[in-house]
């Protein structure tokens, strides 16, 4: 491969594998008791939308007892 012939000019970047820096960012900023309302009022009515749905779709997902002997009659065949 090709070689450089000239010095890196930088050495952090020759080391930038070992580099960290010594900067620690700032420390976060803890939430109001207003947001950590809203956040829990936001979690509570996705969850009872979920248990909602949940509730009033099983009847529909339920297989009731196949009867074949009952048929619903129509009023068309009910003169016949």
Known sequence: M???REPVPFAFVAEAERYRSNV???PRDRASRVEIAG????GLTVAAGLVGALLFGMPSLETGPQNTH???????????
């Open 39 to 42: 956040r829990t009022l936001v």
């Open 2 to 4: 090709f070689r450089r």
């Open 24 to 26: 620690t960012p700032p």
């Open 70 to 80: 009952h048929s619903q009659k129509s009023e068309a065949n009910a003169g016949r």
